[in-house]
């Protein structure tokens, strides 16, 4: 096994009536004025808005609000949302929604120390410091809720990015999982398509890692069991519950102990995908892409991959694995080819170009454009 470092310092607070404690655990430690971030407005449908309001007049917190994030976050948001924390001097960022609404909120924490936060991105300047993080989470998907990532497009450049660094880590997250009832279905599979994405990023990497390997087998099957309930009713309180919390650990550390750092070669062709097209959700795109790449690279770790099948689809060999994958997919009414996603088969070329802008992608097999471009035919 490779040595390795496991560091997480967010302190989760999960289950029923945690959002109402959302003052509490800020004003508890020393701030009382933060910038509040939201997306197009589910959270004045679903009641979470209100709750959170209220939990911080409760605890004498003042609060100024930056709405409007979008599904795939964009720069030009995120310097909003740094003009007017520095404006209104506050001292603590609170995001209140999904993955795209906690990566803005996380980089406009690190963006009000930094001279130009998409240099960041681009690696020409690092962070230095950010504003403490919280979230109350209300889509199950990235686990940004418990780690130190973020992703941003930058619209003018038609680049979307990660960075991480330790400060990104929330200092506290709230998840109550009954809030995402209010999800349309499509979200909900894209959270879990996006999920077991994460976790299968790093499980193609593993041969003996025994432990890790165990729970990564234990996640994707909790996952998938949690939706078949969630297909039958989506408000069902146990299995949002369950998915909610394997989500959060599929991506916060554990999933990926001692696994190399993970491949991400269907991630970066995710994210290329998602900026040329801005309206494809990353869980979607995902969903379509990892059956091709498993298809295009599982010689190289074959008894791993036969590992999968049988462990998470009980059948004998990866090839049927991958038939049974896309079933279950087809199964959530999910995409299973770019061609239903929307993508013109003219673009694969500018997207496999892209992908590889900034060198050679993958880490289980070391794929180049030519790699990139075949993945993608196979995913059409
Ligand atoms: O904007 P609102 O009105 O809130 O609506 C959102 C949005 O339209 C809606 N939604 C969220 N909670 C809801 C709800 N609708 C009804 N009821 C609720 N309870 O869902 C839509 C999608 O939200 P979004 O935040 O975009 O989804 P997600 O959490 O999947 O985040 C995706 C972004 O995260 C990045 C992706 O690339 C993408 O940009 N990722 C971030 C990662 C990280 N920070 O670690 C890792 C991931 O691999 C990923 O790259
Ligand atoms: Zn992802």
Request: with cysteine; hydrophobic share 45%; charged share 20%.
């Amino acid at each position: 096994m490779i040595n390795y470092n496991f560091y997480n310092p967010t302190r989760l607070v999960f289950g029923e009536n945690t959002i109402e404690k959302i003052g509490e655990l800020i004003a508890q430690r020393g701030y009382h004025k933060i910038l509040m971030i939201s997306g197009g407005g589910s959270i004045k449908k679903n009641g979470v808005y209100d709750k959170v309001i209220e939990s911080l007049a409760k605890h004498q917190i003042e609060w100024v609000e930056c709405w409007g994030v979008q599904a795939n976050p964009c720069l030009t948001k995120v310097r909003e949302a740094i003009a007017i924390a520095k404006e209104s001097k506050v001292e603590a960022v609170l995001a209140v929604g999904g993955g795209s609404v906690i990566d803005t909120s996380k980089i406009t924490a690190a963006g009000v120390f930094a001279e130009d936060i998409w240099k960041v991105f681009e690696r020409e300047e690092k962070i230095v410091n950010a504003l403490p993080i919280f979230t109350v989470l209300t889509l199950s998907a990235t686990a940004s809720e418990m780690n130190c990532s973020a992703v941003i497009t930058n619209e003018a450049e038609g680049k979307k990015y990660g960075t991480g660094h330790p400060l990104l880590y929330p200092t506290v997250s709230v998840i109550e999982p009954s809030v995402q009832n209010s999800l349309p279905w499509e979200q909900t599979v894209n959270g879990a398509l996006d999920a077991m994405a994460h976790i299968m990023e790093f499980y193609f990497m593993g041969t003996i890692e025994e432990t890790v390997l165990g729970i990564d087998e234990a996640l994707l099957k909790s996952i998938i069991k949690a939706m078949s309930r969630l297909k039958l009713k989506q408000d069902d309180s146990i299995a949002r519950a369950n998915l909610a919390w394997a989500i959060t650990m599929g991506l916060n550390g554990m999933s990926g102990a001692g696994l190399k750092g993970g491949d991400w070669a269907c991630h970066d062709m995710s994210h290329s995908i998602s900026s040329m097209y801005h309206s494809i959700a990353h869980g979607a795109a995902l969903g379509v892409l990892f059956p091709a790449w498993m298809e295009y690279v599982c010689e190289t770790n074959q008894h791993q991959f036969d590992r999968f099948a049988k462990g998470i689809f009980d059948c004998i060999d990866i090839e049927e694995g991958v038939i049974k994958f896309r079933n279950l997919i087809r199964n959530w009414q999910g995409c299973t080819t770019l061609r239903q996603l929307g993508v013109k088969e003219e673009d694969i070329p500018a997207i496999a170009k892209m992908t590889t802008a900034r060198g050679r992608i993958g880490r289980l097999q070391i794929l180049a454009e030519k790699d990139v471009e075949k993945i993608l035919r196979l995913a059409y």
